[in-house]
């Protein structure tokens, strides 16, 4: 079986597709044979040594795949193999055979291609927990999705139009057109000009009742002031620190430091909340996951969830793949095709 590894903390060159043996199934456990592989950005950031959950490198990154079930494991039911899925995989994503437990995998619904059904897991599940489980997003409220047109972004404001909030969004301006054409009421460019002025002018100084912010540092400040009262943050990246070259160590350590401090009596004097979103710590809630997936699938089903993917690129061409989300040209999603 082959495998896209990491093969040290750098830039795209240490992306390289290595051999391995095949693994076999234990009890509970189905085999995949993969048709794509979803990136996201925590693997960028393990790629350039900057992800803290990541595992030691050398190593293989990827939380996200669809394919066909070709073993099942002992007390796993038969009628599983050969059926097309899509699913979680704590690591070794990038790989065109993977092995995990049966109930990190659903049914790959029809409408879906293999690679918008590699889309969904990480991007829709993120999204589903900041809006509907911990935003608590309704129709009378406005939100705020930063880097709306990335891959969670995007899941997010499909599911905000679903839940009828007016929706704001930061992009690289190049996106902005894609971006209003996906139903996004309000582009706001903040590679050039300063978001929060720009928010507060649309709202009549204001702000909105929710912000998703995967940026990080100094910008949950930000995000926190831009939010009107009842309002709520969201706060689950550092793409702040992102940089392949010796650089990346001394941002990550200037995010953290900027990171603010909410004071409780702050937040009741200002009547705002402030959660945390991540993914990577909820393996033990396997039961909640699987219930916030079936909402999506329902959502599939019912037209309103439509997995955008920007392109996508095969085992070989990893390292491309990479630098092309490291060079914000992606509209959604990026996935991986062995
Ligand atoms: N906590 C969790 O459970 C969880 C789960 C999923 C994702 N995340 C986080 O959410 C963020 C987005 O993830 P994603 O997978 O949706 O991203 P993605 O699809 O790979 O999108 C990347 C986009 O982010 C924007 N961006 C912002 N700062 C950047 C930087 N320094 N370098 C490159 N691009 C930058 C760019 O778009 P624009 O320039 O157009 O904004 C870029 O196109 C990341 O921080 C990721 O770690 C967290």
Redesign the pocket.
């Known amino acids: 079986m082959k495998k896209v590894m990491i093969t040290k903390a750098g830039g795209v060159d240490v992306l390289d597709v290595q051999d391995f043996p095949a693994p076999s199934p234990q009890r509970n456990e189905v085999v995949i044979t993969t048709k794509a592989c979803g990136?996201?950005?925590?693997d960028?950031?393990a790629r350039q040594g900057l992800?803290p959950d990541a595992p030691q490198l050398p190593t293989c990154v990827g939380y996200e795949f669809s394919g066909i079930v070709t073993q099942v494991g002992p007390s796993v039911d038969p009628s599983w193999k050969d059926k097309a899925v899509f699913g979680l995989t704590r690591f070794n994503g990038y790989a065109d055979t993977i092995c995990v437990p049966v109930d990190q995998i659903f049914e790959k619904p029809d409408s879906l291609t293999f690679e918008q059904a590699a889309a969904i897991p990480?991007?829709y599940?993120?999204a589903w927990?900041l809006l509907v489980v911990m935003g608590a997003l309704t129709a009378d409220d406005s939100v705020l999705i930063?880097?709306?047109?990335?891959?969670?972004?995007?899941?997010a404001l499909e599911i905000a139009k679903h839940i009828g909030a007016t929706t704001y969004g930061?992009?690289?301006p190049?996106?902005h057109r894609f971006l209003v054409e996906k139903g996004l009421d309000h582009a706001i460019d903040?590679?050039s000009a300063n978001w929060e002025d720009e928010l507060k002018a649309l709202t009549n100084g204001l702000g909105v009742e929710l912000i998703t912010d995967?940026?990080?540092g100094n910008h949950w400040r930000k995000s926190y002031r831009a939010l009107r009262a009842t309002g709520r943050l969201g706060m689950?990246?550092?793409?702040?620190?992102?940089?392949s070259s010796w650089q990346g160590k001394v941002k990550l350590l200037k995010t953290a430091v900027q990171m603010p401090f909410f004071h409780p009596v702050n937040l009741m004097n200002t009547n705002k909340a402030v959660f945390?979103?991540?993914?990577?710590?909820?393996w033990h809630e396997n039961e909640k996951i699987r219930q916030w997936m079936m909402h999506i699938i329902d959502g599939v089903n019912e037209g309103w969830i439509n997995p955008h993917v920007d392109c996508s690129f095969t085992f070989d061409q990893a390292a491309a793949a990479h630098q092309y989300?490291?060079?914000?040209?992606?509209?959604?999603?990026?996935v991986l095709t062995p």
């Open positions: 990136i996201n950005f925590a960028i950031l992800y990480v991007n599940l993120t927990q930063h880097n709306v047109g990335g891959g969670v972004g995007l899941a930061t992009a690289s190049g996106k903040y590679r995967p940026i990080g689950f990246g550092i793409s702040a620190a992102s940089d945390g979103v991540n993914m990577g710590r909820l989300i490291e060079d914000r040209k992606n509209k959604g999603k990026v």
